[in-house]
Protein backbone atom coordinates (compact mmCIF):
# COMPACT_ATOMS: atom_id res chain seq x y z
CA UNK A 1 0.00 0.00 0.00
CA UNK A 2 2.88 2.53 1.03
CA UNK A 3 4.80 1.58 -2.20
CA UNK A 4 1.47 2.20 -4.23
CA UNK A 5 0.81 5.74 -2.37
CA UNK A 6 4.72 6.51 -3.35
CA UNK A 7 4.47 5.64 -7.10
CA UNK A 8 1.36 8.11 -6.98
CA UNK A 9 3.03 10.89 -5.44
CA UNK A 10 5.62 11.08 -7.90
CA UNK A 11 3.63 9.82 -10.71
CA UNK A 12 1.54 13.10 -9.90
CA UNK A 13 4.81 15.19 -9.32
CA UNK A 14 5.74 14.08 -12.50
CA UNK A 15 2.47 15.34 -14.46
CA UNK A 16 2.23 18.54 -12.54
CA UNK A 17 6.02 19.25 -13.54
CA UNK A 18 4.84 18.55 -16.65
CA UNK A 19 1.42 20.79 -16.81
CA UNK A 20 3.78 24.03 -15.74
CA UNK A 21 6.27 23.65 -18.17
CA UNK A 22 4.10 23.43 -21.17
CA UNK A 23 2.48 26.52 -20.12
CA UNK A 24 5.30 27.84 -21.60
CA UNK A 25 4.46 27.03 -25.02
CA UNK A 26 2.47 29.34 -26.11
CA UNK A 27 1.91 29.85 -30.13
CA UNK A 28 1.21 33.91 -30.30
CA UNK A 29 -1.86 34.89 -30.65
CA UNK A 30 -1.93 38.62 -30.57
CA UNK A 31 -4.88 41.51 -31.41
CA UNK A 32 -3.36 43.49 -34.36
CA UNK A 33 -4.49 47.12 -35.12
CA UNK A 34 -8.42 47.40 -36.15
CA UNK A 35 -7.92 48.98 -40.04
CA UNK A 36 -11.47 48.74 -41.17
CA UNK A 37 -13.88 47.51 -38.63
CA UNK A 38 -17.51 46.44 -39.87
CA UNK A 39 -20.10 49.40 -40.45
CA UNK A 40 -23.22 48.07 -39.22
CA UNK A 41 -26.34 49.51 -37.03
CA UNK A 42 -25.58 49.39 -33.87
CA UNK A 43 -27.85 46.45 -33.03
CA UNK A 44 -26.03 44.62 -35.58
CA UNK A 45 -22.89 45.33 -34.37
CA UNK A 46 -23.64 44.19 -30.73
CA UNK A 47 -24.91 40.93 -32.51
CA UNK A 48 -21.93 40.21 -34.05
CA UNK A 49 -19.47 41.70 -31.58
CA UNK A 50 -20.90 39.25 -28.66
CA UNK A 51 -21.40 35.98 -30.40
CA UNK A 52 -18.41 36.60 -33.30
CA UNK A 53 -15.49 39.28 -32.25
CA UNK A 54 -12.98 36.60 -29.94
CA UNK A 55 -12.64 34.84 -32.64
CA UNK A 56 -13.37 36.72 -36.13
CA UNK A 57 -11.19 39.87 -35.55
CA UNK A 58 -8.40 41.82 -33.78
CA UNK A 59 -10.17 41.99 -30.60
CA UNK A 60 -9.95 38.69 -28.72
CA UNK A 61 -10.56 38.41 -25.67
CA UNK A 62 -9.49 35.11 -23.81
CA UNK A 63 -11.83 33.30 -20.47
CA UNK A 64 -9.71 32.65 -17.76
CA UNK A 65 -10.16 28.99 -18.77
CA UNK A 66 -9.38 29.66 -22.45
CA UNK A 67 -5.65 30.52 -21.09
CA UNK A 68 -4.10 27.40 -19.86
CA UNK A 69 -2.48 24.99 -22.02
CA UNK A 70 -3.53 22.73 -24.23
CA UNK A 71 -6.86 24.55 -23.60
CA UNK A 72 -4.79 27.66 -24.84
CA UNK A 73 -3.42 25.65 -27.96
CA UNK A 74 -6.73 25.24 -29.53
CA UNK A 75 -8.09 28.28 -28.74
CA UNK A 76 -4.88 29.82 -30.74
CA UNK A 77 -5.73 28.00 -33.76
CA UNK A 78 -9.57 28.21 -34.07
CA UNK A 79 -8.81 32.33 -33.46
CA UNK A 80 -6.23 32.01 -36.31
CA UNK A 81 -8.27 29.84 -39.12
CA UNK A 82 -11.38 31.86 -38.01
CA UNK A 83 -9.38 35.27 -38.77
CA UNK A 84 -8.05 33.99 -42.00
CA UNK A 85 -11.39 32.95 -43.39
CA UNK A 86 -13.27 36.45 -41.82
CA UNK A 87 -11.97 39.40 -39.84
CA UNK A 88 -14.83 42.23 -38.76
CA UNK A 89 -11.89 44.63 -38.36
CA UNK A 90 -10.73 44.20 -42.03
CA UNK A 91 -14.03 43.67 -43.92
CA UNK A 92 -14.22 47.10 -44.43
CA UNK A 93 -11.31 46.91 -46.90
CA UNK A 94 -13.36 44.68 -48.91
CA UNK A 95 -16.32 45.98 -52.12
CA UNK A 96 -19.55 46.68 -50.37
CA UNK A 97 -21.07 43.25 -52.39
CA UNK A 98 -18.38 41.34 -50.67
CA UNK A 99 -19.08 42.43 -47.49
CA UNK A 100 -22.70 41.33 -48.05
CA UNK A 101 -21.82 38.11 -49.16
CA UNK A 102 -19.52 37.39 -46.61
CA UNK A 103 -21.78 38.20 -43.90
CA UNK A 104 -24.60 36.40 -45.91
CA UNK A 105 -22.42 33.05 -45.40
CA UNK A 106 -21.83 34.11 -41.75
CA UNK A 107 -25.90 34.43 -41.30
CA UNK A 108 -26.19 31.09 -43.55
CA UNK A 109 -23.64 29.21 -40.96
CA UNK A 110 -25.46 30.44 -37.97
CA UNK A 111 -29.21 29.77 -39.20
CA UNK A 112 -27.25 25.83 -40.11
CA UNK A 113 -26.04 25.42 -36.75
CA UNK A 114 -22.64 25.55 -37.61
CA UNK A 115 -21.96 28.33 -36.17
CA UNK A 116 -20.67 29.09 -33.17
CA UNK A 117 -18.26 25.93 -33.44
CA UNK A 118 -20.86 23.91 -30.83
CA UNK A 119 -17.90 23.16 -28.96
CA UNK A 120 -17.02 26.86 -28.49
CA UNK A 121 -20.64 27.32 -27.41
CA UNK A 122 -20.94 24.84 -25.31
CA UNK A 123 -18.31 26.49 -23.11
CA UNK A 124 -18.89 30.05 -23.85
CA UNK A 125 -23.12 30.20 -23.71
CA UNK A 126 -22.54 33.87 -24.62
CA UNK A 127 -22.07 33.08 -28.14
CA UNK A 128 -25.06 31.74 -29.36
CA UNK A 129 -27.61 33.93 -31.28
CA UNK A 130 -31.22 33.65 -30.87
CA UNK A 131 -33.84 33.14 -32.85
CA UNK A 132 -34.94 37.08 -32.71
CA UNK A 133 -30.85 38.14 -33.24
CA UNK A 134 -30.92 35.64 -36.46
CA UNK A 135 -33.85 37.42 -37.79
CA UNK A 136 -32.46 41.07 -36.84
CA UNK A 137 -29.13 39.68 -39.63
CA UNK A 138 -31.55 38.83 -41.96
CA UNK A 139 -33.42 41.68 -41.98
CA UNK A 140 -30.48 44.00 -42.24
CA UNK A 141 -29.02 41.73 -45.35
CA UNK A 142 -31.77 41.42 -47.56
CA UNK A 143 -32.66 45.64 -46.94
CA UNK A 144 -28.73 46.21 -48.03
CA UNK A 145 -29.72 46.13 -51.78
CA UNK A 146 -33.26 47.62 -51.88
CA UNK A 147 -35.04 45.78 -54.82
CA UNK A 148 -36.65 48.26 -57.07
CA UNK A 149 -38.86 47.55 -59.96
CA UNK A 150 -36.78 46.92 -63.40
CA UNK A 151 -37.90 49.76 -66.00
CA UNK A 152 -39.17 48.08 -69.25
CA UNK A 153 -35.96 48.46 -71.39
CA UNK A 154 -33.51 46.27 -68.66
CA UNK A 155 -36.33 43.85 -68.21
CA UNK A 156 -36.86 43.65 -72.10
CA UNK A 157 -32.32 42.97 -72.40
CA UNK A 158 -32.77 40.27 -69.49
CA UNK A 159 -35.83 38.63 -71.12
CA UNK A 160 -33.69 38.25 -74.25
CA UNK A 161 -30.46 37.42 -72.60
CA UNK A 162 -32.87 34.71 -70.56
CA UNK A 163 -34.16 33.06 -73.50
CA UNK A 164 -30.64 32.85 -75.35
CA UNK A 165 -29.51 30.85 -72.05
CA UNK A 166 -32.52 28.59 -72.56
CA UNK A 167 -31.81 27.70 -76.13
CA UNK A 168 -29.48 24.57 -75.09
CA UNK A 169 -28.94 23.79 -78.68
CA UNK A 170 -27.17 26.78 -79.32
CA UNK A 171 -23.33 26.91 -79.48
CA UNK A 172 -20.98 28.28 -76.64
CA UNK A 173 -18.15 30.37 -77.40
CA UNK A 174 -14.72 29.17 -76.30
CA UNK A 175 -14.62 29.83 -72.39
CA UNK A 176 -11.23 29.23 -70.27
CA UNK A 177 -10.78 26.95 -67.59
CA UNK A 178 -11.22 27.86 -63.30
CA UNK A 179 -7.76 28.50 -62.30
CA UNK A 180 -7.60 25.08 -60.49
CA UNK A 181 -7.79 23.18 -63.94
CA UNK A 182 -11.36 22.27 -63.97
CA UNK A 183 -13.33 22.83 -67.59
CA UNK A 184 -16.47 24.62 -68.61
CA UNK A 185 -19.13 22.31 -68.87
CA UNK A 186 -21.48 23.47 -71.85
CA UNK A 187 -23.76 20.85 -71.62
CA UNK A 188 -24.46 21.56 -68.06
CA UNK A 189 -27.63 23.51 -69.47
CA UNK A 190 -29.07 20.11 -70.24
CA UNK A 191 -28.99 18.58 -66.93
CA UNK A 192 -32.47 18.15 -64.40
CA UNK A 193 -33.14 20.93 -62.04
CA UNK A 194 -33.19 19.11 -58.88
CA UNK A 195 -33.20 22.52 -56.57
CA UNK A 196 -33.51 25.78 -56.32
CA UNK A 197 -32.11 28.79 -54.08
CA UNK A 198 -32.04 32.90 -53.71
CA UNK A 199 -29.78 35.10 -52.12
CA UNK A 200 -31.12 37.66 -49.51
CA UNK A 201 -28.05 39.71 -49.71
CA UNK A 202 -27.80 40.22 -53.35
CA UNK A 203 -31.34 39.85 -54.66
CA UNK A 204 -30.49 36.94 -56.70
CA UNK A 205 -32.16 33.92 -57.81
CA UNK A 206 -30.70 30.24 -58.39
CA UNK A 207 -31.10 27.22 -59.81
CA UNK A 208 -29.55 23.81 -59.52
CA UNK A 209 -28.97 21.70 -61.65
CA UNK A 210 -27.89 18.04 -61.81
CA UNK A 211 -26.37 15.95 -64.05
CA UNK A 212 -27.28 12.10 -64.65
CA UNK A 213 -25.04 10.63 -61.93
CA UNK A 214 -26.85 13.09 -59.41
CA UNK A 215 -30.35 12.41 -60.27
CA UNK A 216 -29.69 8.96 -60.06
CA UNK A 217 -28.30 9.39 -56.62
CA UNK A 218 -31.20 11.58 -55.90
CA UNK A 219 -33.74 8.38 -57.05
CA UNK A 220 -32.02 5.78 -55.35
CA UNK A 221 -31.40 8.17 -52.12
CA UNK A 222 -27.69 7.86 -52.15
CA UNK A 223 -26.74 11.19 -51.55
CA UNK A 224 -24.30 10.85 -48.33
CA UNK A 225 -21.66 10.21 -49.58
CA UNK A 226 -22.77 11.52 -53.31
CA UNK A 227 -20.85 8.97 -55.55
CA UNK A 228 -18.09 10.01 -57.58
CA UNK A 229 -19.25 11.84 -61.09
CA UNK A 230 -21.96 13.48 -59.16
CA UNK A 231 -21.64 16.84 -60.97
CA UNK A 232 -23.91 20.02 -59.91
CA UNK A 233 -24.66 23.47 -61.58
CA UNK A 234 -25.77 26.58 -59.78
CA UNK A 235 -27.03 29.34 -62.01
CA UNK A 236 -27.67 32.49 -60.71
CA UNK A 237 -29.56 35.71 -61.78
CA UNK A 238 -30.69 39.34 -60.71
CA UNK A 239 -33.70 39.32 -59.81
CA UNK A 240 -36.11 41.04 -61.65
CA UNK A 241 -39.08 42.61 -60.30
CA UNK A 242 -41.71 43.96 -61.79
CA UNK A 243 -44.13 47.13 -60.55
CA UNK A 244 -46.33 44.75 -59.31
CA UNK A 245 -43.62 42.91 -57.15
CA UNK A 246 -43.11 39.99 -59.54
CA UNK A 247 -39.91 38.67 -59.44
CA UNK A 248 -38.63 36.76 -62.76
CA UNK A 249 -34.78 36.37 -63.74
CA UNK A 250 -33.32 39.40 -64.72
CA UNK A 251 -29.39 39.57 -65.69
CA UNK A 252 -27.29 36.54 -65.69
CA UNK A 253 -25.00 36.55 -62.57
CA UNK A 254 -22.83 33.70 -63.03
CA UNK A 255 -22.81 29.76 -63.24
CA UNK A 256 -20.11 27.83 -60.60
CA UNK A 257 -20.20 24.10 -60.22
CA UNK A 258 -19.41 21.31 -57.26
CA UNK A 259 -17.28 18.03 -59.20
CA UNK A 260 -17.16 15.36 -57.02
CA UNK A 261 -14.57 12.85 -57.15
CA UNK A 262 -13.24 12.23 -53.70
CA UNK A 263 -9.90 11.18 -54.39
CA UNK A 264 -8.89 13.84 -57.16
CA UNK A 265 -10.06 16.37 -54.66
CA UNK A 266 -9.17 15.03 -51.62
CA UNK A 267 -7.65 18.05 -50.67
CA UNK A 268 -10.80 19.69 -50.50
CA UNK A 269 -13.37 17.74 -49.26
CA UNK A 270 -13.72 15.60 -51.92
CA UNK A 271 -15.24 18.36 -54.23
CA UNK A 272 -13.75 20.28 -57.33
CA UNK A 273 -14.92 24.35 -57.31
CA UNK A 274 -15.49 26.22 -60.15
CA UNK A 275 -17.38 29.30 -60.98
CA UNK A 276 -17.91 31.80 -64.38
CA UNK A 277 -19.00 35.78 -63.76
CA UNK A 278 -20.65 37.38 -66.14
CA UNK A 279 -22.69 36.52 -69.63
CA UNK A 280 -18.99 36.22 -71.40
CA UNK A 281 -18.50 33.71 -68.49
CA UNK A 282 -15.20 34.84 -67.11
CA UNK A 283 -13.31 32.43 -64.56
CA UNK A 284 -13.43 33.08 -60.85
CA UNK A 285 -10.36 33.70 -58.69
CA UNK A 286 -7.00 34.79 -59.18
CA UNK A 287 -5.46 31.39 -58.68
CA UNK A 288 -5.91 27.64 -57.87
CA UNK A 289 -6.33 28.54 -54.24
CA UNK A 290 -9.76 30.50 -54.56
CA UNK A 291 -11.23 27.30 -53.50
CA UNK A 292 -10.47 28.09 -50.04
CA UNK A 293 -13.40 30.22 -50.06
CA UNK A 294 -15.34 27.28 -51.01
CA UNK A 295 -13.97 24.92 -48.73
CA UNK A 296 -14.33 27.72 -46.01
CA UNK A 297 -18.02 28.05 -46.75
CA UNK A 298 -18.95 24.22 -46.72
CA UNK A 299 -16.35 22.85 -44.24
CA UNK A 300 -19.44 22.81 -41.52
CA UNK A 301 -21.90 20.50 -43.71
CA UNK A 302 -20.02 17.85 -42.99
CA UNK A 303 -23.36 16.07 -42.25
CA UNK A 304 -24.49 16.41 -45.67
CA UNK A 305 -21.42 15.75 -47.45
CA UNK A 306 -20.65 19.50 -47.54
CA UNK A 307 -23.43 20.08 -49.84
CA UNK A 308 -26.31 22.75 -48.68
CA UNK A 309 -28.67 22.27 -51.07
CA UNK A 310 -31.81 19.43 -50.08
CA UNK A 311 -32.81 18.35 -53.27
CA UNK A 312 -36.03 17.61 -54.72
CA UNK A 313 -37.26 13.68 -54.46
CA UNK A 314 -39.04 12.08 -56.83
CA UNK A 315 -36.38 12.64 -59.83
CA UNK A 316 -36.30 9.92 -62.74
Known amino acids: MQRSSIAFFWITAFLSVVFVAIQFVRPELDNPPVTADLQAPPQVKQILRTS ?26 DVREAREHLNFSKI ?16 SQIELG ?28 SLATPSEATGAPEASAADLQYEKWMQTGSSTPEVAAAPNGIAFMPDYKNWRAISSTERFDNHT ?4 LGNDVAVKAIAEN ?22 KGVVRTGAFFQVEFMVRD ?13 RWRGADLQPYGK ?17 TNYVFTEPIRGQQ
Open 92 to 107: GKLPAGQQRAALFESV
Open 114 to 141: AMPLPAYKRVHPESEITPEQLAVLKKYL
Open 262 to 274: SKKYAGTLGWGWA
Open 222 to 243: HINPWPDGTSFAKVAWYQQPDD
Open 205 to 208: MREI
Open 52 to 77: CYNCHSNETRLSWFDEPVPAYWMVAR
Open 287 to 303: DKNFTSECVGCHNPLRN
